[in-house]
């Protein structure tokens, strides 16, 4: 099952253009590259330019374990207006703590004991 906490690192690594396993300082290299190429400064006539430019800080942070929450990484229209590619929806998927609770607690029962 895929949660919803690995999506958001996959879609991080695709704003950045990083593949996974990438060292810190290939996480830092490809956030400077992409801060530059859509900074609001540098594009002052894209209206989109300061939502990318905070998408790709939020991916920076999630990478580097800064940021747990990321809220811009779940706008699929905006991920993939940074990322140039197709994304696919996040919905329908578990948190990890949804997870758990889905497997391991009896909601009719008001128990974590599920048998």
């Known amino acids: 099952m895929v949660l919803r906490e690995e999506v958001l690192i996959q879609r991080a690594m695709m704003v950045l253009g990083i593949q ?7 996480i830092k290299y490809a956030y ?9 400064d540098r594009n002052p006539h894209d209206p989109n330019a300061h939502g990318m430019a905070a998408l790709i800080g939020e991916a920076y942070q999630i990478l580097t374990g800064r940021v747990e929450k990321s809220i811009l ?3 699929d229209d ?3 207006l940074v990322s140039s590619r197709s994304v696919e929806t996040m919905e329908g998927l578990l ?8 497997q ?3 909601e009719e029962n008001k128990s974590i004991w599920t048998y």
């Open 73 to 75: 990484l779940q706008r």
């Open 95 to 102: 948190s990890y703590e949804e997870w758990l609770k889905k």
């Open 78 to 80: 905006l991920v993939a």
């Open 32 to 40: 400077y590259r992409s801060m530059f190429q859509h900074h609001p």
């Open 20 to 26: 996974p396993g990438a060292r810190p300082q290939e």
């Open 104 to 106: 391991f607690y009896d």
